[in-house]
């Protein structure tokens, strides 16, 4: 399915992508005051005027499994919407990852169909909704409603619970589900929020699916399954975990050197939905680290975040970290505040953001851009440097479906502080590697290593990208490893369109092993360097021999045609120098290979 760009507040994004565009900052610290808006708050949440004796857990209203008839819901339909109520259908399994799996599923269940609508090239927009029969809520200022869902999004859709109490003419809405990207995984689970229903004798809840996009080539989204739907009075005790995020200095890394460790950051978001004030609420951790927030307390139905700070051990391996919600009071619901744990590696020279195991398909095709298909010159990922150290090599990984032939390359950028538009965002390249040929299907799926031509002095204090960039004509498929919550994946794009940012996490490494870099002094040719590189005038190539010999000093062009072909007669023991003139080459990247009888070594050179 093709991926469609949209405007929105300054950003073009597509699956899941953003394009840069006007001042653009990196987004580490910067991102720290719209990292603390993140904790979302349900409905229209007020200070509760509750009074009185305690309740215990709130008494259950109003329920349905859809196992009743289809008339204590109402359907409704706005454009050229349609779904169903019943046990879904085959786009769920192709689409949607699977088949709805909620706890009465077999009962049946309502389904937006998001595909159904797009593969009948039905005229945009969508606006579908189902309602709930009339609800009692006398005495009660504040419900709590409840369901079991199935969500993937695509494009532009928006998903919405909404409440009447007035039959229908006005609704209370709040958006659920805007946290996901486009073609993210189908998330499967369970979601709970508070309205203020100001104790309408006959209130109504609906579920409303909307995708206002009027292209209807892209205007669909992928579906929406509900089920188990649940609406109580309030807990007396009722905290709920809403957001999580662990970071350094704004970025979040799976794997991190000894050299570059710095303190780790983690929040998370935690909403009073009980009728009563939560006391000594803290984020405990657990696992591998002994760290705890200050405690709060949390009035009725009111949003805070928990932060907590821990730097990690400089022991390399492996170290799960458990998160935990806890409180003086005895939890109603406690179903709803488990915090996920999370894990990271201390390493003696990888430094990486994917997440590993499972890897997928990293997007780098069938990309649009206004309409415009949009060209991928190369994939990478961004690094915050802790402090100074020299980065010898980039790791990355081939997807299945590679062919063999295919060539890449690694880059180095670093970041432009000062850039005015996305094509200004990266400067570069730095340093950059010899060309990588995909040689055998063996060296698909495994990690590889492109040792830099040059060792980088990377800068504490600075954020660099390590990308992949593609090179031939043979297909790659590169790897991406798990989906980021901070903008850490980057796509280099050919031509105006600069740079954009992913939430796929391609398996882009800094390696910064010194071993990578020491030459084997018994080959016939060693030590060869290629500077100024980049270049627009003349350029030396330095080398050293083991032994007297004829050698040839040649350039390729990326399509492997030679351009130039120097040949130095019985070169002496030692040190060499060979000068090109490159003043008429054309922009781009060459190989240069200097050949010794049998011995031969690339390197490449950038001619601006």
Known sequence: MKRQITVLS??????????????????????????????????????????????????????????????????????????QIGSGSTDMADYMGGPMASTTAANGFVYFDGIGFLLAANVDPQNTWVTTEAIDFTGNQYAEISFEQRYRKFNTDVTYVEFSADGGTTWTSTIINDQYETNDPAVQNTLSMVFDVNNAASGVFRFRWENPSDDNNYGSGYGWAIDDVKVRELSDYDLVYTYGLHHTEMYQYSQIPTTQIAPIVVRAGVRNDGSQDLTNVKLVLGGDVTAESPAITLPALQVDTLEVTFTPSATVGAYTVTREITMDEVDDNPINNPAPDFSYGITTHTYAVDKGAPFSDFPLTSLSFGGTPAVVEGIGTSYDIIANQALHGVDFRFFTGAAVGAEVYA????????????????????????????????????????????????????????????????????????????????????????????????????????????????????????????????VNVEFNLKNASDVSVEVTDI??????TLSLTNASVGANTAELNVSNYATGMYSVVVKSNDASVTKKLVIK
Not at 451 to 463: D, E
Not at 490 to 495: A, P, Y
Not at 559 to 564: A, P
């Open 10 to 83: 300054g950003l073009l994004l597509f699956a899941g992508v953003s394009f840069a565009q006007n001042t653009v900052k990196v987004p580490t610290a910067h991102l720290a005051k719209a990292l603390d808006k993140i904790a979302p708050h349900h409905g229209e949440v007020k200070t509760s005027s509750n009074t009185g004796a305690a309740k215990a857990v709130g008494a259950t209203l109003w329920e349905s499994d859809f196992s009743e008839s289809p008339a204590i819901w109402a359907i409704g339909t706005s454009g050229q919407g349609t779904f």
């Open 411 to 538: 880059e180095v950028y670093e970041y432009n502080t000062e850039a005015t538009s996305a094509a200004q965002l990266w400067n570069g390249p730095i340093g950059f590697s010899n060309m990588f040929t995909l040689e055998d299907v063996a060296q698909i799926d495994q990690i590889q290593t492109l040792q830099l031509v040059n060792p980088v002095n990377l800068q504490a204090g600075k954020t660099y990208l390590a990308l992949i960039h593609l090179s031939g004509t043979q297909t790659v498929k590169l790897a991406a490893g798990g989906t980021g919550s901070t903008p850490q994946g980057w796509l280099k794009v050919q031509g105006t369109q600069g740079w954009g940012t992913f939430t796929a996490i391609p398996v882009v490494r800094m390696n910064f092993d010194p071993t990578l870099s020491i030459e084997d002094n018994t080959e016939a040719v060693s030590g060869v360097t290629v500077f100024p590189n980049p270049a627009t005038d003349k």
């Open 559 to 564: 399509t492997g045609k030679v351009v130039e």
